[in-house]
C-alpha cells in the first residue's frame, strides 16, 4: 500500500470493556498493531497522546464507531505524498439504518456528516476521518484538551482546523474516502440532542473568547431576547418538544445559541488561552476590557 511501514494504534481512552483483550488478539499480516491506555478523559487528550506516541510522518484518524473501506490509508495519504495538502478530511456517512426523516443536514452534520463540508475548498477536518502531515505540528502542536468529548463536549477539530488554516497550511479533501458512521442508537434521543446543544454552546463561546477575543456588545440582552423567543416557541410548537427521538431544528439552534450565551459569561472571566488568532495555548494573557 504505496510502500509505505504502517502502524495502527489504539489508544484507549480510560475504558472499562474488553479493549485491550481484543486489540491483543487481533494481528495483521502487514502492519503493527500498538495499545495505548490514556488515563486522562477527554476526546482531545487520547489524539495528543496519540500523535505523542506515533512514529509515522503520516497520521491518519478515525473513531471507534467507524467502518473504513479497504483503501483507506491510501487514499488519505495521497494527497499529502504528493504535495497536495498538508491535511486531508475524508467523506463521512451516517449509517443508513440511523438515517430519520426529521433530520436535516445540521442534525446530520452535528453527528459528523461531512455534506456540509465544501470538498473543493475544505474549511475544516473532522476527526472520524482525517489524515495530518505531522510537520504541521511544528506549528500547530496539539489538539486544544479543553474541547471536545470528555471536556466542553465539542469543537476541538473546529479550533485546529482554523489554527491551520492560520498557519498557512493547506486543507484538502478525498470525497472517494467514504467512511460510515456508525454511532450508538441513544444519540438520536431529545435528552441527548439537548446536551449537545449545551456542549455546542460551550464549546462556541470557548472558541470565540480564547482564539477570535470576542467582545459581545448587549450580551446580556441578547442572551434574555434570545430565552424569550425560545420558550415562546416552546409553547407555540410544544407537541414538537415532546417526541422522545429527535428535536426540530429552531429549538437546536436557538438552545445552542443561548447556551452560546450563557457560557460567555463564564469564559470572559478567564484570561485568554491563545493571542488572537493563536497556534500555541498559552494561558495567563489578560482580557481587554
Known amino acids: 500500500m504505496l510502500g509505505l511501514q504502517q502502524e495502527v494504534l489504539v489508544v484507549d481512552n480510560g475504558s472499562s470493556d474488553e479493549t485491550q483483550a481484543v486489540v491483543k488478539q487481533t494481528q495483521f499480516a502487514e502492519i503493527k498493531l500498538r495499545y495505548v491506555f490514556e488515563s486522562r478523559p477527554g476526546l482531545a487528550v487520547a489524539r495528543n497522546r496519540g500523535v505523542k506516541e506515533a512514529r509515522g510522518r503520516l497520521l491518519l ?3 471507534d464507531d ?36 426529521w433530520m436535516t443536514a445540521t442534525h446530520r452534520s452535528w453527528l459528523a456528516s461531512t455534506e456540509g463540508v465544501d470538498f473543493g475548498n475544505p474549511e475544516r477536518l473532522v476527526g472520524a476521518n482525517m489524515a495530518l502531515n505531522r510537520a504541521v505540528f511544528e506549528k500547530v502542536p496539539m489538539f486544544d484538551e479543553e474541547l471536545g468529548a470528555g471536556a466542553l463536549g465539542s469543537g476541538e477539530e473546529t479550533l485546529f482546523s482554523l489554527q491551520l488554516k492560520e498557519a498557512g497550511f493547506r486543507l484538502g479533501a478525498v470525497p472517494a474516502s467514504e467512511v460510515w458512521h456508525f454511532f450508538g442508537e441513544e444519540r438520536l434521543r431529545r435528552r441527548s440532542w439537548l446536551a449537545a446543544c449545551m456542549q455546542q454552546g460551550k464549546s462556541g ?12 456588545a448587549r450580551a446580556r440582552y441578547r442572551l434574555y431576547a434570545n430565552l424569550a423567543r425560545y420558550y415562546f416557541w416552546r409553547v407555540v410548537k410544544w407537541k414538537e418538544c415532546r417526541r422522545a427521538e429527535g428535536i426540530p431544528l429552531w429549538e437546536l439552534i436557538l438552545l445552542e445559541r443561548v447556551n452560546r450565551l450563557q457560557h460567555y459569561f463564564v469564559e470572559c472571566k478567564r484570561p485568554y488561552n491563545y493571542e488572537v488568532r493563536g497556534l500555541v495555548k498559552s494561558g495567563g494573557a489578560a482580557v481587554a476590557s
Request: with cysteine; hydrophobic share 40%.
Open 66 to 101: 467507524v467502518r473504513l473501506p479497504q483503501n483507506w490509508i491510501e487514499l488519505m495519504c495521497s494527497p499529502i505524498l504528493e504535495g497536495r495538502a498538508d491535511a486531508v478530511v475524508g467523506r463521512v456517512k451516517l449509517a443508513p439504518e440511523l438515517e430519520r426523516g
Open 61 to 63: 484518524f478515525t473513531d
Open 205 to 216: 463561546a470557548y472558541l470565540n473568547h480564547h482564539w477570535r477575543h470576542e467582545r459581545l
